[in-house]
């Protein structure tokens, strides 16, 4: 399979803002838009996005995961960049009306169908540095992506920067564009000069998140990570994980940690990425002021591994879903 999201099913789900009311939304072939120069998004980083997937069951049925919660942080981006809110109920029909059309689409676990909700601020106005985009374009992309961990699941090196950020108090945790360029200088300068996979910012030494995962420690019965706040993107891998962990008898222990702790935590216990690309990832390496640490012995950790399959094994509907995270695609 193409490389993760450069394939794209060939219609996607538009609808437009015109400044005072949405119009109806629609399923259409997937088409260059087109948009004013002057437009917002251009000028002012009036974007926020959401990502998620479908899966096809054994049963030849299809589901989305966690739909209603992606469209509600969706709804809590569009709000803090001060964007036209889209209403739940028609971006969750968008979605489902382009799934079903693209049913036949939606490869066997563990592929999916990546779903990409976007939101621009479309009002040609480059005089509006400090006024928001009254007017705006929501579509929808699907997009068949492959096992991200095709080859194996290989341990990740993070550098663990404690200076620069990734993001501001202010849009910490909006999925907005402009947080993954701020994060694309330091991730790259890092991937050149120690050979890592990602950065974990760690301003200050308070442990964050990568460029676009949660981080979590791990041992046999504990969970540590930071409590939702606004510095930090609200994984819903992250809050499944925990939900699950917390069923599995682990103890969730949502708190801030240095990273004087992390060094001493990945001594004896594991530490994993979370997000909706990878599901949960094991660490085995970390790189700090110039010294490689392993994550215990930097081949990742049975508990990551029991976790990711808890959750896979729910989206591949292999165990039941008790928690009601899964809406199922409507047959057209
Ligand atoms: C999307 C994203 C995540 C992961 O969120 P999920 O809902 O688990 O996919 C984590 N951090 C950042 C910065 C993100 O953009």
């Known amino acids: 399979m193409a490389q993760f999201g450069t394939e794209f099913c060939d219609n996607f789900a538009t609808a437009r803002f015109d400044g005072k009311k949405w119009l109806p939304?629609?399923?259409?072939?997937?088409?260059?838009?087109?948009?004013?120069?002057?437009?917002?998004?251009?000028?002012?980083?009036s974007t926020c996005f959401e990502g998620f997937k479908a899966y096809r069951w054994a049963d030849g049925k299809a589901y989305v995961f966690r739909l209603r919660d992606h469209i509600a942080r969706m709804q809590k981006s569009a709000t803090s960049l001060h964007l036209p809110v889209p209403d739940a109920d028609s971006l969750a029909q968008m979605v489902l009306d382009l799934v079903a059309r693209h049913n036949g689409d939606i490869p066997a676990p563990p592929s999916s169908l990546y779903l990409r909700p976007t939101l621009i601020g479309t009002l040609p106005n480059i005089g509006a540095a400090a006024s928001p985009s009254t007017e705006a374009l929501l579509y929808v992309l699907a997009s068949p992506v492959g096992d991200y961990f095709a080859g194996g699941a290989r341990p990740l090196k993070l550098l663990v920067e404690d200076q620069r950020s990734r993001s501001t108090e202010q849009l910490g945790s909006t999925k907005t564009g402009g947080n993954y360029a701020g994060a694309l200088g330091p991730t790259l300068e890092a991937k050149a000069r120690f050979g890592v996979d990602q950065v974990l910012f760690c301003p200050g030494g308070d442990v964050q998140e990568t460029g676009a995962a949660n981080f979590l420690l791990i041992s046999d019965s504990e969970i540590i990570t930071k409590p939702l706040n606004t510095s930090f993107l609200h994984g819903m891998t992250r809050a499944s994980i925990l939900t699950l962990a917390r069923g599995l008898g682990y103890r969730i222990n949502e708190r801030d940690f240095t990273v004087t702790e992390l060094l001493e935590w990945v001594k004896t216990h594991e530490a994993a990425l979370s997000g909706t690309a990878a599901c949960l990832t094991p660490v085995g390496t970390l790189v700090y002021k110039g010294s490689e640490i392993p994550v215990r012995d930097g081949s990742g950790g049975p508990n990551v591994e029991k976790l990711r399959r808890a959750l896979q094994t729910i989206q591949y509907g292999e165990a039941p879903d008790t928690h009601g995270w899964l809406t199922e695609v409507p047959v057209r």
């Open 25 to 45: 939304a629609e399923v259409r072939a997937l088409e260059p838009l087109c948009l004013h120069p002057g437009a917002h998004v251009f000028h002012y980083a």
